[in-house]
């Protein structure tokens, strides 16, 4: 008898469902093709040399720590300048408040393992990033979208979800959030917004999980202050990662949050991988004590902005003007919006591919509200700088023609 899969797999792999950008991965990884898809960083960026010299430093000088596993929450040294990076962006942790991850990813994957019980909702951005709401619904969560504006997250938007929500007997416990530069929109949450939306979580007990793997790419003026440290309830879990700032091979972020969530992290984390690579960890810790990561993510800062200019400078050419999208101040992402006159964003998209450019359409990133269907992301930071202007001019020359041609516009 042929194995009967669909017996075996257990309830909750039910609500495991692929990203939509996987999908499209195997078309946008042609090398003819220029991809503003995925939202790698630029692989051209990736401090090979120091990365080799510092490992083979490590494994030489202090091999049989950096190859030995590591405790569960992590090397202490780690955790240790993290909580002082941390302290000087004023959001006082100590390194027990601490757990090193796989990557931010991971961490969103444990607090969904710890915080959520089966159909519970999950406040969420409208739009969000796939890999966070796509963790929640792994665990059984239901994301609710909160509408944003140009200032992020709607408070007015946010209350009446929470309202509505109650109303059905379902208590929303967590709202996920990628305050700077968020992923999909490149939007920022403003100072005043942050301070309403805690005062929400604050009224209506809920666990903010803040998520900030693009702060430090922050191309002009400055970011406002992180809900951690504008914590005064222990209700913010903060995740960092390395990913963005030095390279996502190394699969290393953290965790900062209150302690009997960090106490419990620690446990499920015990039994999903023992422990994060202990060579990463030491690496990390390397680069970090030799000022590495400071200057090189400096450098990263120059390099993105000249990527985000040239994207935006590109789409104001080449894009007729009926279709807008934003200019980030620091992060990867573009948001772009189509009138609907044009066809849904997922047919432009199959429309691009023809033309072998890539980007990736609005609706797996939308839990609510229009669905995504005439939004598009449109990712800078890994096509080379040379491929941004060409790939758009293509994209504007098909959008103008579909724009004109009265058999392509949508009905
Ligand atoms: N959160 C957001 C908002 C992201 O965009 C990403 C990466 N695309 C992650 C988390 C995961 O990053 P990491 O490599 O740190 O797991």
Redesign the pocket.
Known sequence: MKTKWDQLFAERTRNIFGSQIRQYFALTEKPEVISFAG?FPGNEFFPTADIAAALSGLVQEDGQQALQYSSTEGSLELRSLLAEKMCRENAPCSPENIIIT?????G?DLLGRILINPDDPVLVEEPS?I??TSAFRSHGGIPAGIAMDHNGPVPAAMEKTIKLLIAEGKHPKLFYT?ANFQ?PTGITTSYERRLRIMEIASRYNIIIIE?N??GELCYEGEIPPSYKSLDLEDRVVY?G?F?KVLV?GI?I?WMAGPGPLVEKAILTKQSTDLCSSSLGQQLACRLIREGFVEIHTRKLIDLYRRKRDAMVKAMDRYFPPDIEFNRPRGGFFVWVKFPPSYPISRELLTLALQHNVAFVHGEGFSNSGDGGTRRARFSFSQPPLEHIEKGIKTLGKLFWEIGTDQTLKAT
């Open positions: 939202g796989g990557g931010s990813q991971q969103i990033y890999g966070g990628v992923n998520d793997p693009y995740l990662s990913s996502p699969r972020g």
